[in-house]
């Protein structure tokens, strides 16, 4: 079966950097779009980062334009979220998900493969 493993979470302060992966399998990767959403405590989950299956172009939320990155390693099935410059506002559960086709990118319905998170927290 499909799984998509999330790990790298953790605690840092305000402008520290963190990095997240995630790890898919039962899935041919290099065939889906990968995106990385959060989830903010008694909010909605929200669209982070989405990248290509060849990797060659990305998108991001205008809220974390210019601190974070996605990329991916199509060889070791995994896609990363580089993140920078973190504000207490970045904290939230971040997930992994996994798209075939382009069809409303931003949305989390359009995605078919979930992960179970990985927290992160941004203290002040």
């Known amino acids: 079966q499909v799984q998509l493993v999330e790990s790298g979470g953790g605690l840092v302060q305000a402008g520290d950097s963190l990095s997240v992966s995630c790890i898919a399998s039962g899935l041919t990767f290099s065939r889906y779009a990968m995106a990385w959403f959060r989830q903010a405590p008694g909010k909605e989950r929200e669209f982070v980062a989405r990248i290509v299956p060849s990797g060659d172009y990305t998108t991001y939320a205008d809220s974390v334009k210019g601190r974070f990155t996605i990329s991916r390693e199509n060889a070791k099935n995994t896609v990363y979220l580089q993140m920078d410059n973190l504000k207490p506002e970045d904290t939230a559960t971040y997930y992994c998900?996994?798209?075939?086709?382009?069809?409303?990118?931003?949305?989390?319905?359009?995605?078919?493969?979930w992960g179970q998170g990985t927290p992160v927290t941004v203290s002040s």
């Open positions: 998900a996994a798209q075939i086709g382009g069809l409303m990118p931003r949305k989390d319905s359009s995605y078919k493969y």
